[in-house]
Every structure is written in structure tokens, then in C-alpha cells.
């Protein structure tokens, strides 16, 4: 089920929005009639998303784009703003992640990730600045729940994310005279993502043990994470920047998290 509100002749880039959480994001404001540009890494997924996002009727267009090339981002932008104008909503969601111990984890583990969701999202919210609609642009950063709550084996995306999460507030401050919101939205688990397969739920005795520790008992989907987006760049959000909304079945407010602490490592028991 999705909002239905008014994005016709609205430029909506999405960085990383080529697949999943983000994926589903752009195709709830191509839907909306947004003129819809994706980026990220991949040829073969920049082709696939712009191909199936322009079944949905709107105008579409795709960038190869590596977040961590600050010139490669500043190009994208400059491309997409000439098909389509200036940026209406810009979604920043481009992330790496893998399960590793902090003592097992190499330098460049640690910094590939730092590098791709917070050094990658300053890239991204930096170079789009100029070509932000001043006022009324709204930007959302994609952020998870590691960046308040700690979590085992993600020591590099629990930092990462907390740093997106002040970016979020540092450029609701600055940027706020002009008129551009910035919020950030932090998914719970959401089924059927590249997030959830990788950290949450690899089997289905840790899917069980998931589901159990959100307060709701189940996982969410790429309509309820679109959705809040939909309406964080409507005119009903208006008076709405700085906040990190979590969209988690209440995951934010329970404070074990078993579900990644069984995800293939030995056991936490330990002796004294
Ligand atoms: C230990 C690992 C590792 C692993 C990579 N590394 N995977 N270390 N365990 N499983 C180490 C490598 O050994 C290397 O260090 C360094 O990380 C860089 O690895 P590369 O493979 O060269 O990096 P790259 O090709 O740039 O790929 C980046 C990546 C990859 C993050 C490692 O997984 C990726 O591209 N992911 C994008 C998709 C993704 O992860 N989506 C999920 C987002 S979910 P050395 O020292 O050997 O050189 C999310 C939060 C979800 O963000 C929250 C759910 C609650
Ligand atoms: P995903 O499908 O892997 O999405 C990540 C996207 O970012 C892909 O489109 C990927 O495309 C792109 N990307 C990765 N590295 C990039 C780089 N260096 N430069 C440019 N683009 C890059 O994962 P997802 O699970 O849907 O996650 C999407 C967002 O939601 C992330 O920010 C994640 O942290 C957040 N999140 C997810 C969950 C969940 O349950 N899944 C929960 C909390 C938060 P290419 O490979 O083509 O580059």
C-alpha cells in the first residue's frame, strides 16, 4: 500500500538507488510521476533499475557512479541537473556492510566501509548542494539502527552511520536558512534486501530469532520505508529537518539484538 501524493515534474535523484531499500524508494516517486535519477556503482544495475523504473510511466535516468569519487558524484549530479533541473529530493542510501569481528577486521574493512556510507554521504550531500531547490528541497539520508544502538561485528557501519546521523543534523543547521529539510531515516529489517540477507536472517532459525525482537514480530517492506520518504518530501512534512526517524516496528527501542549475535559466530559466553 503506498501514500499517494504529488511529485509530477519533481527531480528526485536517489544515490545507491538502484536496488532494494533504495530501489523501492525510487520507484514509489516514479510512480508519483517524479522524474526519477539512480546511481551507483554498477552498469548492470543502473540499466536494470532505469529499465524497470521507466515501465512505471515517468521520465528516468541512470549514472555509474562510485560514492567514495567525489569528481565522479559532482559529474553525476551535473549530468542528471541537466536532463531534469534542479534537485527537488535527494536520497542518500549508497552502503557497504559485512559481519566481522573488530579483532579480525583489516584497516582497509574498517575504512572500505567508513569510506562508502559516511565519507561517500558527505560526497553525495556536498556536490548536490548547488543544485539543491532553494528553498523547498527536501534530503533524506538512509541510516540504520547501528548508528545509536552498538552492535556486535559492525564496528565499521555502527561508526559510519552514527557519522551519517550527524551529518543530518549539522547540515539541518546550516542549510536551513535556504529552506532545504534534511532528515534521516533508519529501516529496521526489511525483508528481502541485500541488508537483511547479509546481517539479519542468512537461515531460518535466525529469521525466527529476528522477527521475535522487533516489537511489532514481523519485518517491514520497501513500501513502508518508501513511504515515510513520500511523505518526508511532501509539503506535509514541511516543518520537519534534523529528525532520525526510525520506520522499525518499535526495533529502536528494544535493546538486545540476538538475531546478529547468531549469525555464524562462536558462542558470546565467556569466563571471569
Ligand atoms: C572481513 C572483509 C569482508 C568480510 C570484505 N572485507 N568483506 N573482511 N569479512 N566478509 C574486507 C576485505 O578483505 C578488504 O580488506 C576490504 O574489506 C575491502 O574489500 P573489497 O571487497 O575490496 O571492497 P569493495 O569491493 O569495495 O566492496 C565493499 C564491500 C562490499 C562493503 C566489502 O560488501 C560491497 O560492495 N557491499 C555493497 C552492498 C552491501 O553490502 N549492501 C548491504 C548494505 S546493508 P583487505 O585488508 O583484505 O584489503 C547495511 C545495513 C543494514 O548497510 C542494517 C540491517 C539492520
Ligand atoms: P543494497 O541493495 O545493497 O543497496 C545498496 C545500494 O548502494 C546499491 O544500489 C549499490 O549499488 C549502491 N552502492 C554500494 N556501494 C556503492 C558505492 N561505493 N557507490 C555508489 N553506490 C554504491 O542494500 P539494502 O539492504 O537495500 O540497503 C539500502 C540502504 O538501507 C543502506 O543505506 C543500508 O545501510 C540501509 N539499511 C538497510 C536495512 C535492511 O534491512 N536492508 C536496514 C537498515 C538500513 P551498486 O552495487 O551498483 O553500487
Not at 70 to 84: I, T
Not at 167 to 180: P, S, Y
Request: glycine share 12%; with cysteine.
Amino acid at each position: 500500500m503506498q501514500l499517494n501524493l504529488d511529485f509530477k515534474g519533481r527531480h528526485v535523484f536517489i544515490f545507491g538507488g538502484t536496488t532494494g531499500i533504495n530501489f523501492g524508494i525510487a520507484q514509489a516517486f516514479a510512480r508519483q510521476g517524479a522524474s526519477v535519477t539512480v546511481a551507483s556503482r554498477k552498469k548492470e544495475n543502473v540499466e536494470l533499475a532505469c529499465k524497470q523504473l521507466a515501465e512505471l510511466g515517468g521520465q528516468v535516468h541512470g549514472v555509474c557512479a562510485d560514492v567514495r569519487d567525489f569528481e565522479a558524484v559532482g559529474r553525476a549530479f551535473e549530468e542528471a541537473v541537466h536532463n531534469f533541473g534542479a534537485i527537488d529530493v535527494l536520497v542518500s542510501g549508497a552502503a557497504g556492510n559485512f559481519l566481522c569481528e573488530a579483532k579480525d577486521m583489516s584497516s582497509n574493512g574498517f575504512r572500505v566501509v567508513v569510506d562508502i556510507d559516511l565519507v561517500g554521504s558527505f560526497h553525495v550531500l556536498r556536490q548536490a548542494y548547488p543544485h539543491l531547490k532553494k528553498p523547498g528541497a527536501s534530503v533524506i539520508n538512509v541510516t540504520a539502527p547501528q548508528s545509536f544502538v552498538p552492535m556486535r561485528y559492525q564496528v565499521h557501519a555502527c561508526a559510519a552511520k552514527a557519522g551519517v546521523d550527524q551529518l543530518t543534523r549539522v547540515l539541518a543547521l546550516e542549510w536551513g536558512g535556504e529552506g532545504i529539510r534534511i532528515n534521516s531515516i533508519s529501516p529496521g529489517p526489511i525483508e528481502g534486501t541485500e541488508g537483511f540477507r547479509k546481517l539479519m536472517a542468512p537461515t531460518e532459525k535466525e529469521r525466527a530469532a529476528a522477527a521475535a525482537h522487533v516489537p511489532l514480530r514481523c519485518f517491514g517492506t520497501l513500501d513502508d520505508i518508501a513511504n515515510l520518504a513520500l511523505f518526508l518530501s511532501s509539503p506535509y512534512a514541511g516543518y520537519i529537518s534534523g529528525a532520525l526517524i526510525p520506520c522499525d516496528g518499535g526495533g529502536a527501542i528494544e535493546s538486545v539484538k540476538p538475531a546478529l549475535e547468531g549469525a555464524g559466530h562462536a558462542s558470546l559466553l565467556a569466563t571471569r
